[in-house]
């Protein structure tokens, strides 16, 4: 006590523990509470070792009422444990951005892409681009993106792995796109104009593949045998969009039999569909069909003309041969086989699934039948014109057939 002044009992005096008051000293409660506090500086920490508190005051107010990865109005944002920070709304500059994070996340996935030229971008070779990508998904499409030129180089497609022509009229892939034996879901904006000899594909898929396309396909000549623009040889779905369908020359030895390409050759249960382009065999000693359906799958071509190859003697090919209980279906074309013989049919079916609307049908020959089955038929034809008649095997179902020997063949 006889170290107190008179100033400093004053200032002991009308305490109350836990309350402030002015020019009186500060008592913490029971709680260790001293209540209000007041200071130019706070330092926290040991003595000796205190760290200043650099924070103003509305700074230290929007901490408030934070919680740990959730946006509330007028505080502050504090991350979650894992970086994660929740909103009902996300804004820039006062606007609302309207999209959810799903179309965000296929918005960022989308931009993935790997340049294709002859220089100067990140490949010169396709497949070498197709290579470089190990993590496409569904969720994560990557797109090569190619510029113009010639690209002499056999393509292996890969499991969503796009390939797009900055200019598809001219970009072209010279030898043949395969599945490999491996599934893929792929889109392709070039043409594939296969200029080998060794009678390789366009198109080839062995496995149950789908694939859309925009553009030309075409396969290649061959020493014997021209190759097929597009072979589908097992469960697959091949579309093409804007694009004619060509198969390859083969020889025309004479008296060799030596066929030329298919336009199509769907071989098993898959689909193939083509919209708004022609659909050609190639030519060769015997003209290669427009369309082979070998089994039970499906050819489908709107708007667009069928037109079997040209054979060296007169040997032309279908246009159509429905080999089995397939479906092929026409709308919109002119369906022809450029032969000469009589037995140069612009149609052969050996199934009743041939579907044909709006269309024409030419034959060269005066005793080749428009449509021709080796036993009795059903076929579908509605507002069906042709300038040979139709096979004594064939029932039209729906009556849609005209025979009128002057219906015009198409335009050379």
Known sequence: MANLTGADIDKLT??????????KCVVADDNVNIGVVKSTELHIGASGSETQLTSTVAELNLLDGSSASTVTAGKAVIYGGSGEVNATTLQIAGDSIDVTADQINKGVYAQQVVTVAKAGKDYTLIQSA???????????????????GEYDEEITLKNYVNIVAVDPFSTYILRQVTDNGVAVHCNLKINIYNRQTDTSYGLELVAASVVNIVGNVTGSDGGYYGGHAIYNGSTGTVTVNNGNVTGGEGSDMEFSGFEGGHGIYNESTGTVIVNNGNVTGGYANVGGYGIYNGSTGTVIVNNGNIIGGAGSEGNGGRGIYNASAGTVKIKNGIITNPGTTANAYPITVLGNNLILENCRIIGIHADAKAIYAPAAQNVYLMNVWGNRELDSNITDVLSGFTYNINVPSPNP
């Open 14 to 23: 009308g305490i109350t523990n836990g309350t402030q008051a002015a020019n």
């Open 130 to 148: 197709i290579d470089s990508i190990s993590d496409a998904t569904s969720a994560k499409t990557y797109t090569v993106l190619v510029y113009p």
